[in-house]
């Protein structure tokens, strides 16, 4: 393999989080304290250049296309620190954008879900992510994390303040292009394991999820669980050994 193009210099001091090709583009996420989402056109494999650049909040680790001019960004919200040379992470963020115009990059929507703690395996997993663009569907595990407001009477949360972990399941979104719209969750966990906590450790910790027709299906290790798409109404499930 030969070397036949580079570009250099790109967000220097800061670290790449995802990269997505597409046709003769590649868009670039880096982030320190906002996230550059960079386009660089690669027509010519030897003179790769920017195109275009948006900076907003927070970073996506995963680039996920919606069509031929949409990206979604599933990564985390973030708050710049007080001393402006790093940010603290918050919830998990997806936001939607248009990169039609390269010289008008725009975030069309975002959504934060809970506060710091808040994870998801989409991450370091992108099959853990659900996308149908015909059935205006995303859906992607999480672990979520809220902050109690009794911890703080004086009504000032700091940005490196952690929240406790409530709930585990599956976040079902409808989106379009003009933005996402919360379905609800589905969850596996029972009373116990909401009780003891065993969020990591539990068997019934979401990990994947797809649909049928229109059905959508959640899998933990355990169980199986089958839900209608159109209001989220639990039709079945099948307990796995």
């Given at each position: 393999?030969k ?62 296309p ?21 940010a ?13 115009n ?8 975002n ?67 003009g ?63």
């Amino acid at each position: 393999l030969k070397t036949v193009g580079r570009l250099e210099g790109l967000a220097r001091g800061e670290n790449l989080h995802s990269a997505r090709f597409m046709g003769d583009r590649c868009y670039l996420v880096t982030f320190k304290k906002t996230d550059p989402l960079f386009v660089i056109g690669l027509e010519d494999p030897s003179k790769p250049g920017v195109l275009g650049q948006l900076e907003i909040p927070g970073y996506s680790d995963y680039l996920q296309p919606y069509d031929e001019e949409h990206l979604i960004g599933v990564g985390k919200e973030t708050v710049e620190d007080s001393s402006g040379s790093f940010a603290w992470y918050q919830g998990v963020k997806i936001a939607l954008f248009d990169v039609s115009n390269v010289s008008q990059l725009e975030q069309i929507d975002n959504y934060t879900i809970g506060d710091r703690g808040t994870d998801t395996p989409v991450l370091s997993d992108h099959k853990a992510l659900l996308f149908s663009e015909s059935k205006s569907l995303l859906a992607l595990p999480i672990l979520l994390a809220e902050i109690n407001p009794k911890n703080y009477p004086g009504g000032v949360v700091p940005p490196y303040a952690y929240g406790d972990y409530v709930w585990q399941g599956a976040y079902v979104f409808n989106v379009t292009l003009g933005g996402f719209v919360l379905k609800g969750g589905i969850t596996h966990l029972n009373v116990t394991d909401l009780v003891n906590g065993y969020y990591f450790t539990s068997v019934y910790f979401v990990k994947r999820i797809l649909y049928i027709d229109d059905v959508l299906y959640t899998v933990s290790d355990r169980l199986v669980k089958m839900n209608s798409l159109q209001d989220l109404a639990e039709l079945g499930s099948v307990a796995l050994p």
